[in-house]
T-cell receptor
């Protein structure tokens, strides 16, 4: 099946610093990737849609200047949490659309756990 | 996107079939039914999806009613490793996936 990786798997940072999370589609090209956030005991919440070569589309209530998304290639999207604060501590998950198969399906990465001290 | 309704939790004995229901009464004709599961502290795993016909793969079977207003995910022989939160999502072709609260399936020995 299609494989999506994320790096790092976990990160701890100090308040006020920026953190970059990478999402890669390993065996397929993805023109579209998605970023989700999940707080403990809650469901996944879609943050933004990342399109290769164009600006990301953010969901309502998500600050685009705080969560910078770059989709520079067909296999890589990055999410940068700028000036992180403790309330940004969460599980960040990406997914990538695989359009090479018979039907369009999204595959998810393993997630990145961010802890802001 | 159409909304889905799933039971909050279910139990299943190991080795038995797990039948997870999902209601999607407002689904439109071009929306697919997708199932994903999330094991604790991992990213969601794709299981199966369908439009009108029943579908089967190596993981599960998907039964969609004729009126498409509900569906059932069947894990034919549940194992302890199938313990997870299962999400039923309806999605139009290239649209984004919106997750609900899902069903927490507990498989017990």
């Amino acid at each position: 099946g299609a494989v999506v990786s994320q790096h790092p798997s976990w990160v701890i940072c100090k308040s006020g610093t920026s953190v970059k999370i990478e999402c890669r589609s390993l065996d397929f090209q993805a023109t579209t990737m998605f970023w989700y956030r999940q707080f403990p005991k809650q469901s996944l919440m879609l943050m933004a849609t990342s399109n290769e070569g164009s600006k990301a589309t953010y969901e309502q209530g998500v600050e685009k200047d705080k969560f910078l998304i770059n989709h520079a290639s067909l296999t890589l999207s990055t999410l940068t949490v700028t000036s992180a604060h403790p309330e940004d501590s969460s599980f960040y998950i990406c997914s990538a659309r695989d359009q090479t198969r018979l039907t369009d399906t999204q595959y998810f990465g393993p997630g990145t756990r961010l802890t802001v001290l | 996107d159409a909304k889905t309704t799933q039971p909050t939790s279910m139990d299943c004995a190991e080795g038995r079939a797990a039948n997870l229901p999902c209601n999607h009464s407002t689904i439109s004709g071009n929306e697919y039914v997708y199932w994903y599961r999330q094991i604790h502290s991992q990213g969601p795993q794709y299981i199966i999806h369908g439009l009108k016909n029943n579908e089967t793969n190596e993981m599960a079977s998907l039964i969609i009613t004729e009126d498409r207003k509900s569906s059932t995910l069947i894990l034919p022989h549940a194992t302890l490793r199938d313990t997870a939160v299962y999400y039923c999502i309806v999605r139009w072709d290239t649209d984004k996936l919106i997750f609900g609260t899902g069903t927490r399936l507990q498989v017990f020995p």
